[in-house]
């Protein structure tokens, strides 16, 4: 079966604009998760949805970040007035519930911010 | 500072030598899993060990966790070129356990 995929796989934005990063989970997988790694780490923790909620983003830098699942299945992660710093590959991952299931992480989306 | 420190982050080794990389913390994890990692690709799932002293083996990886749930660590008996990439440890902790906590990653290269 089809695993994660995220869209696009790159994106090069200027400082300022708004971006918007697609993810569309396994099948039937109820949670899903945003990480972002940034060169030479390991990711970090966004936020994680168990349905059309958001049951945890407390890993969100700041406002300017914000993501939707508003039917339960594909996300998208929005980011407003990009910086510079907000440059990462951003990572999805979907499981079949949260307390214990394995996750499924996507290739991600590359962003560079000029 | 990291929640979970990796070490070392890079290793250069030639074919056939064995290695160990070290994921260290101070704090308590209910599992601990290893993953590896792809350019271009995300992270994909090695092992989980959940139970302290905890030993498990894939092939030539060989996966422990520390009795105190602490620490893990990740051998690999005669190393091949395809075993480069990078290795990622990841705990759970014990509350807020569904997300991931991630280590900085040791970039492993074994040369033919």
């Known amino acids: 079966g089809a695993g994660v995929s995220q869209t696009p796989s790159n994106k090069v934005t200027e400082k300022g604009k708004y971006v918007e990063l697609r993810c569309d989970p396994i099948?039937?997988?109820?949670?899903l998760y945003w990480y972002r790694q940034s060169l030479g780490q390991g990711p970090e923790f966004l936020i994680y949805?168990?349905?059309?909620?958001?049951?945890?983003d407390s890993g969100l830098p700041n406002d300017r970040f914000f993501a939707v699942r508003p039917e339960g299945s594909v996300s998208t992660l929005k980011i407003q007035r990009t910086e510079r710093g907000d440059s990462a590959v951003y990572l999805c991952?979907?499981?079949?519930?949260?307390?214990?299931?394995?996750?499924?992480f996507g290739p991600g989306t590359r962003l560079t911010v000029t | 500072t990291q929640l979970l420190e990796q070490s070392p982050q890079f290793l250069s080794i030639q074919e056939g030598e064995n290695l160990t990389v070290y994921c260290n913390s101070s704090?308590?994890?209910?599992?601990l899993q290893w993953y590896r990692q792809e350019p271009g690709e995300g992270p994909v799932l090695l092992v989980t060990?959940?139970?302290?002293?905890e030993v498990k083996k894939l092939k030539r990886l060989t996966f422990q966790f520390g009795d105190a749930r602490k620490d893990s660590s990740l051998h690999i008996t005669a190393a091949q070129p395809g075993d480069t990439g990078l290795y990622l440890c990841?705990?759970?902790?014990?509350?807020?356990?569904?997300?991931?906590?991630f280590g900085q990653g040791t970039r492993l290269t074994i040369n033919p």
């Open positions: 991952a979907s499981s079949l519930g949260t307390s214990g299931y394995e996750q499924y």
């Open positions: 099948s039937g997988h109820t949670a």
């Open positions: 949805f168990q349905g059309t909620g958001a049951a945890d």
């Open positions: 704090s308590v994890f209910s599992s």
């Open positions: 060990v959940v139970t302290g002293g």
């Open positions: 990841a705990g759970r902790r014990i509350q807020g356990a569904q997300k991931l906590v």
